[in-house]
């Protein structure tokens, strides 16, 4: 249906994970999603860090790559890494965090590692927060990875240009932000405006849908209520359009967080994220 290559990101084939939940582990297992993503279509893969903890314990970091291999899931992310910009207690557990992300960047060549900023929407002090994005960007860089700050709008990382600023200020070519296309509408900014983002930046793209109406908060809704790209009111064509013109040619992320979502068979949520998120790539 499409030359290009999407990547189902991880909650699209969790199935009933609890993406609001102290424990956000997926019930279904690595090699059941993987075979799920490959026949829907997907060539690349998400992975929550919580699932690659449970994975590793069962596989092992090559046994995890050789699940990848089988069912040609070339593109590999893995997320999210919360709390890089702090220190004492909360900052150790952030680091045991990012060094099982980046041995496993290392080890399954992922092309990038998602991060976030502040969910609390506390103070961004731009200098100390552009020194340790540069020093994280420098580490997955020596792995091979890229590191992409996904902005959401409950954040102190709200837009895309929020992302850009702090991503410019530190400097460092393997940071960027990761667009989703939730996230940028939810945040009112026009799909226009995505022309303008450096291609370079742009460490990753995810494509969703979603009413034009938000129900709940902001965090409720986009993990309960999001929609298959084309059956909500997002302007998809545009947006596609306007990251095409920045320079973005994938993979294309698909995430698909719902409460009907994860009521789906894991082979049939995976078939209609793709095939609804291929039609608009065509």
Not at 48 to 60: F, I, Q, S
Not at 88 to 112: F, I, K, M, Q, T
Not at 113 to 136: N, Q, R, T
Request: charged letters at 25%; one cysteine or more.
């Amino acid at each position: 249906m499409t030359a290009e290559d999407l990547l189902a990101t991880c909650w699209t084939t969790a199935g009933e994970a609890d993406p609001a939940g102290n424990d956000q582990r997926s019930p279904l297992g690595l090699r059941e999603r993987a075979e799920a993503a490959s026949a829907a279509g997907f060539t690349g893969f998400g992975l929550l860090h919580a699932d690659l903890v449970e994975a590793e314990r069962e596989y092992g970091l090559a046994g995890i790559r050789s699940i990848f291999e089988d069912n040609g899931l070339v593109h590999v992310e893995l997320e999210a890494l919360a709390g890089w910009w702090t220190d004492g207690p909360r900052r150790a557990a952030s680091d045991a965090v990012r060094r099982d992300l980046l041995e496993a960047a290392e080890a399954l060549g992922a092309h990038h590692i998602k991060i976030h900023g502040d969910v609390d929407d506390g103070p961004l002090h731009l200098d100390v927060w552009a020194e340790e994005f540069a020093a994280l960007a420098t580490q997955a860089d020596a792995v091979g990875a890229r590191v992409g700050i996904e902005f959401l709008p409950w954040s102190n990382v709200k837009t895309v240009h929020d992302g850009l600023r702090l991503v410019e200020a530190a400097g460092h070519a393997a940071g960027g932000v990761i667009i989703d296309v939730w996230h940028t509408e939810r945040a009112h900014t026009p799909p226009a405006e995505l022309a303008d983002v450096p291609g370079s930046r742009i460490v990753g793209v995810e494509l969703n849908d979603a009413d034009s109406e938000v129900v709940g908060s902001l965090y409720e809704d986009t993990v309960r209520r999001r929609r298959l790209c084309g059956e909500g009111s997002f302007d998809l064509p545009g947006i596609i359009a306007a990251l095409r013109t920045a320079g973005w040619s994938g993979p294309w992320g698909v995430e698909i967080l719902s409460d009907t979502h994860r009521a789906l068979p894991v082979r049939e949520a995976a078939e209609a994220a793709y095939r609804t998120a291929a039609a608009l790539l065509k």
